[in-house]
Structures are given as C-alpha cells and as structure tokens.
C-alpha cells in the first residue's frame, strides 16, 4: 500500500489519524485508490479514536457503502475532516462520521448513481431499477446525517449539488468548519449551494434575447384601416 496515500499516526492517547485520498475502488489499478480491503486492515490496526481526513472524487458506490459500514461500527469516536473535496460516493464516506468538519476551503458534493449498462430493452430497464435503489440507499445515508426529507435530498442529487462548508453545516451535512474561532461559530446565510442546472439557468438567463425570439407587438394601425383611409382621401 502506498504511504502517500494512507498513512496513520498513532499518538499517545491512542488516537489515530487516517488519511483517505484518491478514487474509491473494488482494486487498485494505479496504486493510488482507496479500496475497502485495504481500508479494513488500516482501520482495524489499532484502536481508539479515529480522525479521518478525506480529500477523494469519490468512485464505485459499493465499495463506498462497505467503508461507511465500517465506520458506523467503528467502537471509537469518529471524526471525518473534509480538507479538499467529499464528492459523489466519498460524500456518501463522509456522512458515518460522528462529528464532520469542513476546511473554510473545501467542497462537498451528491448526485445521482450512474452506470453503463449494454444489453436489450429488459437489462436497461433492470439497471434503470436498480440505479433507484441504489439512489435510496444513498439517501438513508443522508437522511441519517442531516435529518433532510427524502424528497429534498432526492432533488439536490437530482441536480447534482456543490457545497461549500458554510452551506454543508446549514444543511446538516457537516457539524462545523475547521480553523473557525469559537465566537465565529454561529449560524449564517452567506453559504452558497450550487448546482449544474442552477448555474446553467442563471447564464441562460443573463444572455440577450434573440431578436427572432421577441413577441410582436402591434402598436401601429392595422393595415386594414390604412386602406379605408386612403379610400377616403381619394
């Protein structure tokens, strides 16, 4: 297993620190992903309290859930650190964490499972029901976390949504920011949502009407009286 990957440090209080980077994957092809093998045997290397730093894009949800089940039986207190990105199935990781905290810095982000699927009409359509229950057992996870109706949740996946941290502890999905002061942790709106079909809206919305696009507004006479007019001057 390559060190600059995972690393733990254990201290004299017996808690660890662990450090999860990269793709999470069934194996590793580069030497640089994170698969649940090698997470089982870092993690139960030891004991105590755990302190896990994520910065991963995420990967194969399945392996995720198995590294969120680990950790949701860990018997020490876990502590997820996000200091770079928690997005897709690493978001799903981050959420077993009994206390979250995000770097001022960092990004969270969900959306929707995807696979490719080959075959006739019957296999897509398996696939198609199986993406669904895949995207409810995501969901438990973040319903769990935050205490978010499941159908909000659903749409922030829909749209596939960007957190960053103020956002993230707003919505639940984390408990607080690193590097704040005391007096600094208080509630605040200035935290910012994203999503793929928000910003694309908002740009669309900014650009200039085509000219062939307005309504034609009949502001003249009609052409009909025009005519008795000029009969008229005849």
Request: charged share 25%.
């Amino acid at each position: 297993m390559s060190k600059k990957f995972w690393n733990w440090v254990k201290n004299e209080d017996t808690s660890r620190t662990l450090y999860l980077e990269g793709a999470i994957a069934e194996e590793t092809w580069y030497g640089d992903e994170v698969t649940p093998k090698q997470f089982k045997s870092e993690l139960m290397n030891g004991s105590g309290d755990i302190t896990i730093w994520i910065n991963s894009p995420g990967g194969d949800v399945f392996c995720a859930s198995q590294i969120y089940n680990m950790l949701m039986e860990y018997k020490g207190k876990v502590t997820v650190k996000i200091d770079g990105i928690a997005a897709s199935a690493a978001s799903v990781i981050a959420m077993a964490g009994s206390e979250v905290l995000m770097s001022p810095v960092s990004m969270l982000m969900i959306h929707n499972p995807s696979v490719a699927i080959f075959g006739e009409a019957a296999d897509l359509q398996s696939g198609i029901d199986m993406l669904s229950e895949v995207k409810e057992s995501i969901i438990n996870a973040y319903e769990l976390k935050t205490g978010m109706s499941r159908s909000k949740l659903s749409k922030l996946m829909d749209v596939e949504s960007w957190f960053n941290a103020k956002k993230a502890v707003e919505l639940g999905f984390a408990d607080g920011m690193l590097f704040q002061r005391e007096s600094e942790q208080q509630p605040s709106d200035d935290g910012v949502i994203f999503s793929k079909m928000a910003i694309v809206n908002s740009f669309l919305n900014k650009l200039p009407k085509a000219k062939q696009t307005q309504p034609v507004v009949e502001t003249g006479t009609p052409h009909e009286q025009l005519l008795k007019r000029l009969e008229l001057l005849k």
